[in-house]
C-alpha cells in the first residue's frame, strides 16, 4: 500500500522533524510513504474572508496539482468524521481489502483546506475539536497510522 501525506507548509522545528522521521522510519515497514510538501501562501496576520478564502484556494491548487487521480483521498478538517485508533485500522484495511492501493492524507495550512479540496475528498477525517497547528499535525497523523498497521497486523503498541 502507498500512504501520501499531502500538506501545506515546511517543517521548522526540529523536534517534529525527529518525530516525523521515526514514525517514517517504522512505516516503511509497512507502506511506501511519500510525504509532499507544497508552499503556503504569504498572507498577513488579519485577513478578510474574501482574502483568507483566496490563500486558501491558492494553496487548494497547488494540493490538487499533487493528488493521484487513482488516490482514495482524506482530508483532515475539524467537521470530518473522529474515529478511534481501532476503527481508523479498520478503515485503512477496509480500503486496502476493496482495492484502493492509494491513500492521500491531506492536511491544510493554517487557514484550513480549500472547498476544491473538500469536494475531491472521499472523506473528512478529524482528530479532535481542538485546533492543532498543521506541523504538528502531520507527526500525530503519522503517529495514528502507524499505530493502525499495528494493529491490523496484531501486534503489539502502547495502549
Same mark, same amino acid.
Given at each position: 500500500?502507498?500512504? %501520501?501525506?499531502?500538506?501545506?507548509?515546511?517543517?521548522?522545528?526540529? =523536534?517534529?522533524?525527529?518525530?516525523?522521521?521515526?514514525? %517514517?522510519?517504522?512505516?516503511?515497514?509497512?507502506?511506501?510513504?511519500?510525504?509532499?510538501?507544497?508552499?503556503?501562501?504569504?498572507?498577513?496576520?488579519? *485577513?478578510? %474572508?474574501?482574502e483568507m478564502e483566496?490563500?486558501?484556494?491558492?494553496?487548494?491548487?497547488?494540493?490538487?496539482?499533487?493528488?493521484?487521480?487513482?488516490?482514495?483521498? /482524506?482530508?483532515?478538517?475539524?467537521?470530518?468524521?473522529?474515529?478511534?485508533?481501532?476503527?481508523?485500522?479498520?478503515?485503512?484495511?477496509? *480500503?486496502?481489502?476493496?482495492?484502493?492501493? &492509494?491513500?492521500?492524507?491531506?492536511?491544510?495550512?493554517?487557514?484550513?483546506?480549500?472547498?476544491?479540496? *473538500?469536494?475531491?475528498?472521499?472523506?473528512?477525517?478529524?482528530?479532535?475539536?481542538?485546533?492543532?497547528? &498543521?506541523?504538528?499535525?502531520?507527526?500525530?497523523?503519522?503517529?495514528?497510522? =502507524?499505530?493502525?498497521?499495528?494493529? /491490523?497486523?496484531?501486534?503489539?503498541? &502502547?495502549?
Open positions: 500500500m502507498k500512504i %501520501s501525506i499531502l500538506t501545506v507548509g515546511k517543517l521548522k522545528e526540529k =523536534y517534529i522533524k525527529l518525530g516525523i522521521e521515526e514514525f %517514517s522510519k517504522r512505516l516503511s515497514k509497512y507502506c511506501k510513504l511519500d510525504i509532499i510538501e507544497v508552499p503556503d501562501e504569504k498572507a498577513p496576520e488579519t *485577513l478578510s %474572508s474574501k483566496i490563500v486558501k484556494n491558492r494553496e487548494g491548487e497547488k494540493l490538487l496539482s499533487q493528488i493521484n487521480q487513482n488516490a482514495y483521498v /482524506i482530508s483532515l478538517a475539524i467537521d470530518g468524521k473522529k474515529f478511534t485508533s481501532e476503527e481508523l485500522a479498520q478503515k485503512i484495511s477496509k *480500503l486496502s481489502i476493496d482495492g484502493n492501493s &492509494h491513500i492521500c492524507f491531506v492536511i491544510g495550512g493554517s487557514l484550513g483546506l480549500s472547498d476544491e479540496i *473538500l469536494s475531491r475528498s472521499n472523506m473528512k477525517l478529524s482528530f479532535s475539536d481542538f485546533t492543532f497547528p &498543521h506541523q504538528l499535525m502531520r507527526l500525530i497523523l503519522l503517529e495514528q497510522i =502507524y499505530r493502525s498497521f499495528r494493529i /491490523i497486523n496484531n501486534e503489539p503498541y &502502547h495502549k
